[in-house]
Structure formats: C-alpha cells, structure tokens
C-alpha cells in the first residue's frame, strides 16, 4: 500500500507539490446515481417540475463543481481544466437517473476528485430541484469509473 501523499513526515496535512511532475493528458471519469418514486421520475424526464428543467439545471451545476472542486476540497490544486461533460442516462425500470461525468485536462495531476464532484454536486441539483416532491430520493453508488494519464497509469474499474 502507498503513503498518504497528503501527509507529511509529521503527519500534518500538506498540498502535494506537483511542480516538477511532467504535465500529461488526463482523464477521469465518475458515476452516481439519484433514486427517487415514480412520479418524481417522470415530472423530470417530462421536464414538468416546477423549478425547471432539472436535469439540464444538474448539468451546468456538475460542470461549475468540477471547475470549482479545489474550493470545496482542501488539498486539490485548482486547474485549468479542459473539458468537462455530465450526462443523464434515466432508467425507467428502476425510476433512477444514472449520472456520469467525465473531466478532461493536460496538466501535472488528475481530475479524479473533479469528475466526483461534479457527479456529486449534479446529484445533490436533482435532489434539490425535487425534493418539494419526494423527500425519499437517495443518492448513491458514486463512484470512480476510470482514469488514465499520470504516473499511476490507467484505472478501470472492473
């Protein structure tokens, strides 16, 4: 098992120094998934909410999370990201919506806790922008997908 990269000699909390790491291309890319009743499913997926179109609302919030993920998160560095995308992918059967973000960047560290966040704070938008209707959505099962890019290599979860 590695250290914590987070810590140092001491065991106090540090930022990691990624000056002298070599930029390379990166990507990360998360899941989640907002369960919720019947009805709730249908007033989004017919864009009948009361407060508008939710899940396109969803989207720009996980896009604006994941550029602003290193001031919600205390040791992520802010980076100039280069592409992030949040998609919905509904499942009737299950009246769930399945979120996956994907992040996107060429630098000296990843975008894995981007691509979280931004699934997160998407979640957190369905929930918000619903909640007057079902108070027993649940967000669940967030979780890394992939990543490439970096010293660590490629991640895919199996």
Not at 19 to 46: C, H, Q, W, Y
């Amino acid at each position: 098992m590695t250290s914590f990269t987070h810590l140092d000699e001491e065991g106090q909390v540090r930022m990691v120094d990624v000056t002298d790491k070599p930029p390379t291309a990166r990507t990360a890319v998360a899941r989640g998934m907002v369960s919720m009743n019947p009805e709730t499913f249908d007033l989004i997926l017919n864009r009948q909410a009361k407060k508008g179109n939710v899940l396109e609302t969803a989207r720009i919030a996980g896009i604006m999370a994941a550029k602003n993920t290193f001031a919600l998160i205390p040791m992520c560095h802010p980076l100039n990201i280069t592409h992030v995308s949040v998609d919905f992918f509904p499942e009737k059967s299950l009246h769930c919506i399945r979120i996956e973000a994907s992040v996107r960047i060429f630098a000296q560290t990843g975008v894995e806790m981007e691509a979280l966040t931004a699934v997160s704070v998407a979640a957190l938008t369905i929930y918000d922008m619903c909640k007057s209707y079902d108070r027993k959505m649940a967000i669940s099962d967030i979780y890394l997908v992939k990543k490439s890019g970096g010293k660590s290599g490629p991640f895919s979860r199996t």
